[in-house]
C-alpha cells in the first residue's frame, strides 16, 4: 500500500513537470501598453499632456507628482480614474535618456499644455471590448437602480396617501367622516 503511494505520487510529480513545460506565461514585461502610439517599440517614456504625467514604458509605471514628490504607481490619480488613455494624446520622448523624465516637467509643461494635439497617433491595439460593456452594463445597472428607487419612492407616496383614506379619498383622524 505504501509503495503504491510513492508510486502515485511520483507519476502526479512527473505528470506535474510534463505540463509546465507546455504552459507558457505571456506578461510582456517593457513592452508598450496598447493604448500607446504605433511606431515607436523602443522608446522609454511617453509624457500625457492632459494629466500632467509620464509613463514608463519599461516599467509599466506611471510618474506624476502627487504634490509632495514625484512616485511611480501603475495607476493615474484618482482626479484621473476617467481618463481615456485610449482617446488622450502621448508625447513620445525619444531624445530623453536616464530615469528622471520629469527633470523636463516645466519645459514640458509648457511646450505640451493640457489639450495639446500633435500629429495624428494611431494606437497599437484596439481597446479592449470588454471594457465598453463594463461600462455600458454599469450605466445600464444604474439606471435601473435609479428607476427602482424612483417607483418605490412612488409607492411609498401611494400608500401614505398624504392623511386620505384610500378606498374613498377622504381624511382621517379628524372627524371628516
Partial sequence: MKKTKIIAVLIVIFMTSLLQGQLSV??????????????????????LPD???YYDVQASRFIYYD????????????????????????VVMTD???????????????KYAKG????????IGAR???????????SKNERNDRDKNRNQYKENKK???????????????????
Fill in 26 to 47: 505571456n506578461l510582456n514585461i517593457g513592452s508598450p501598453p496598447q493604448w500607446g502610439p504605433a511606431g515607436y517599440s523602443d522608446v522609454h517614456y511617453y509624457y
Fill in 67 to 90: 504634490g509632495h514628490s514625484w512616485v511611480r504607481r501603475t495607476y493615474l490619480p484618482n482626479r484621473y480614474r476617467n481618463y481615456d488613455l485610449y482617446n488622450g494624446y502621448k
Fill in 116 to 123: 495639446y494635439r500633435g500629429h495624428e497617433q494611431k494606437n
Fill in 128 to 138: 479592449p471590448i470588454r471594457e465598453n460593456s463594463q461600462v455600458q452594463q454599469r
Fill in 159 to 177: 400608500d401614505k396617501g398624504h392623511g386620505q383614506d384610500k378606498k374613498n379619498g377622504k381624511g382621517h383622524g379628524r372627524g371628516e367622516d
Fill in 51 to 53: 494629466v500632467e504625467a
Fill in 96 to 110: 530623453y535618456r536616464g530615469n528622471q523624465p520629469y527633470r523636463y516637467y516645466k519645459q514640458h509643461k509648457i
